[in-house]
Structure formats: structure tokens, C-alpha cells
């Protein structure tokens, strides 16, 4: 019966040609358009899914009303984390990121080795942030390691860049951009998974307050 479905098929597609190939040119073009459309729009709602709270976090934003438009902001005053968790008792927690520019970083192995490294998708960050989206941490303790101010955790591409074959935690390395020395306090695992905050090295966000008031614009902060 099949053989001759295809045989019918055949001899049909030779005695009508261009009605043939219109068809199945429409029906390949139909399907190609589906699966296209359907990876898509999976590819769309993939982004945060891959942390564990995921159902749970939540983006604020800053809506500004102008006379002529309405603009939509990522970036939110720094105040409106600690603010929402005061207020708001149904907020567990709050985190804050904020982006860096490319950072240079300076490793001394001895006074013969020096090498200088530029890395991108760095962030001030909350110490909660490491909570909130679960870091893997393959080296230190992802429940302390931003405690000190001069400390930076980084990601194990960058920890393997820096010290290949050997242990990063507990290393200090020297940032240019700030003319000092911080401690990896900690290596969390790369992330390949879809979300937009592709974190390379995070710095506490209480070094940026810091930097900010030291400069005379606690108010900016504020």
C-alpha cells in the first residue's frame, strides 16, 4: 500500500511539476518558519532560568515618565534594595549589582614573572547576590567571601587565565584601575547558561559606596 502512495506521488509530481514543487517548496518553508519561530521564543524564555530561585527573583526597574515618551531604565538608585526589604515584609532578600568597566589586573609570581590581564563583565556586588542566584563555588566560602572590602571572587576561567595549574584562593593580585591589592577570597564556576549578567570577577558593593563617599557624593549614593 505504501509503495504505492509513492508511486502515485511520483508520477503525479512528473506530470504536474511547477504545481509540485510550489507544494512542497510552501510545506518547507511552513515548517522551516515553525521551527524557526519555536527556537526562538524558547531561546527567549530560557534567559534566568538557570538559577534554582528563579520563580522567586525579581528585576526592579526605573520607569521615567517625560512629556513626549516614556523611558525604561535598568538602572535603580542605590537605595531601593536596603528601602523594599525595610518596607516590603513579603522581600526576603535583596541584591545589588553594578557593572565595571574593564578592569587591569597585575600578577606578580617573582620579580622576573609580571603579567597583566584586562577583564571584562566585572560587578560591585552584595554579598547576598552569591545566595540569591547559588553560586557553584569550586574554592573558598561563598557565605563570607565578600566580607572584607579588598576582596574579589572570580570565575574559574579567569582563576585558570591568572594561575594556571595552581590554587587561586588566598592569591593577591594587584588591580590597576584602583592602585591597590585585593584578595581572591573565592572561584565560582562559569556560567554558559542564557541570562544577561555574564559575571567574570565580583568586587562587595561596599567597596563602591566607599570609593563614592571618599570622593565627596555620599548624596549620589544615597
Known sequence: MLKNYFIIAFRNFKKYKIFSILNIFGLALGISCIVFIYSFISYELSFEKCYPKADRLYRVTHTSIEPSTTRFW?????????????????????????????????????????????????????????????????????????????????????????YPNELALGKTIYIDNYREDFKISGVFKDNNENTHIKMNFLIPMELLRKYIVDGGNEDLYN
Not at 78 to 100: A, D, F, H, N, T
Not at 120 to 134: A, K
Not at 135 to 158: H, P, Q, T, Y
Open 74 to 162: 535598568a538602572p535603580t538608585a542605590p537605595r531601593v534594595g536596603p528601602s523594599l526589604k525595610e518596607y516590603m515584609p513579603e522581600v526576603e532578600s535583596y541584591g545589588r549589582v553594578y557593572q565595571i568597566n574593564a578592569l587591569t589586573f597585575t600578577i606578580i609570581k617573582d620579580t622576573s614573572k609580571t603579567k597583566k590581564f584586562t577583564e571584562l563583565n566585572g560587578f560591585y556586588g552584595d554579598p547576598s547576590i552569591l545566595e540569591m542566584f547559588d553560586f557553584e563555588f569550586i574554592a573558598g566560602d561563598s557565605n563570607n567571601a565578600l566580607a572584607e572590602l579588598k576582596s574579589i571572587v572570580i570565575s574559574e576561567s579567569m582563576a585558570e587565565k591568572f
